[in-house]
């Protein structure tokens, strides 16, 4: 008897623990858009989207969110696109939340940000030595693949950055299961700093090597498979990104190109020629790790013409009132960008 009362007692501690978790999980969305912190918006917001009407995806950190404006595309090409980025992504992310977007969309591109595949390891650091290194390795494995896990079962895990500094009324506040956002997950900044060669905080010595991040060749063929299961072409693109560039990643990332047929666009290799009137002297906000909103016009041009002329992607078939919807959206996006009080806010020190 005291048993059962034990596994009882244990039953109903675990029901606690679990419905305190979804309460959290769920109050970690936001009740209005400018709620949102970067990382916390695409789920909400994408399920505002009518299902089957995005054609195209971008999915990566936040190269892309500071790179690509869909909207821009919606006005010159009248195709459908959206950005699923957020500073510091994971390739598990990416993967996870690539999988549940097919849920409700059929892109028929993905544009993979490639640049989070890979990172640098120095030859003078302790990871020159080979135990150390594979322990670490490991253990940042494992610890990336149970976070992943989490994510998806309790998003309070992942959001839980949202909770901090919120008052009595926002525990109780009601939080609608999708909220429109006109930016389509992009980041619009009016700073400009110039990329300076000699100031950067980014040196890389001969002897550093380009690896793969942990997991991210795992979770690169997740996405490949992932888009080839629901006929999405994939495409890897790395943006203008010349602080956190070398030839080394880029022969590294290409390898994953070639290993699986992947078309690869590489924009730091003659970035000049590829995108028209760009420069590192007026079109990066922070020395030339992220596009200002100057450099993302130049390059969401080249990318409207990539998917012209290399994927053939004619304008995209929607309803006389989902066209009134983006339109609106457009309207409303360049009313917000080009107003004094947006400006004024969108100008980092």
């Not at 990172?119 to 650091?125: A, H, I, K, L, N």
């Not at 997950?185 to 400009?192: A, L």
């Amino acid at each position: 008897m005291k048993k059962i009362y034990i596994f009882i007692r244990l039953i109903c501690f675990c029901l606690v623990i679990v419905l305190s978790l979804g309460y959290l999980s769920y109050i970690s969305k936001a009740p209005r858009l400018y709620d949102y912190l970067s990382r916390n918006e695409y789920r909400q917001t994408l399920k505002a989207e009518a299902d089957n009407t995005i054609d195209v995806m971008f999915v990566g950190d936040s190269s892309f969110t500071a790179s690509v404006i869909p909207i821009q595309i919606w006005e010159k090409e009248k195709i459908t696109s959206y950005t699923l980025g957020y500073t510091f992504m994971h390739p598990s992310e990416a993967y996870y939340e690539l999988k549940k977007t097919f849920d409700s969309q059929k892109p028929k591109c993905v544009f993979l940000e490639v640049s989070f595949l890979a990172e640098y390891v120095s030859e003078t650091d302790k990871r020159s030595k080979f135990a150390i290194d594979k322990v670490n390795s490991f253990s940042k494995y494992l610890d990336e693949e149970i976070n992943s896990a989490l994510y998806e079962i309790f998003p309070y895990f992942k959001y839980k950055s949202s909770l901090q500094d919120m008052a009595l009324s926002d525990y109780i506040a009601k939080r609608p299961a999708a909220l429109n956002n006109f930016y389509k997950g992009c980041n619009y900044y009016y700073t400009v700093k110039p990329f300076n060669q000699k100031q950067s905080s980014f040196k890389f010595t001969p002897k550093d090597k380009a690896v793969f991040s942990d997991s991210a060749e795992e979770y690169f063929e997740k996405i490949y498979q992932l888009c080839k299961k629901n006929q999405a072409e994939l495409v890897m693109v790395y943006v203008p990104q010349i602080t956190d560039w070398s030839i080394k990643k880029h022969n590294l990332l290409n390898s994953l190109s070639i290993k699986y047929n992947v078309p690869f666009v590489d924009y730091n290799v003659d970035t000049e020629a590829k995108i028209e009137d760009f420069s590192w002297n007026t079109d990066t906000r922070d020395g030339g790790t992220h596009l200002n909103c100057f450099g993302a016009e130049k390059f969401t041009n080249a990318i409207c013409q990539y998917l012209k002329t290399e994927l053939n992607l004619k304008q995209s078939h929607l309803t006389d009132s989902q066209i009134h919807k983006w339109n609106e959206d457009a309207k409303l996006f360049y009313d917000t960008v080009n107003s004094e009080e947006y400006k004024a806010n969108k100008v980092l020190e």
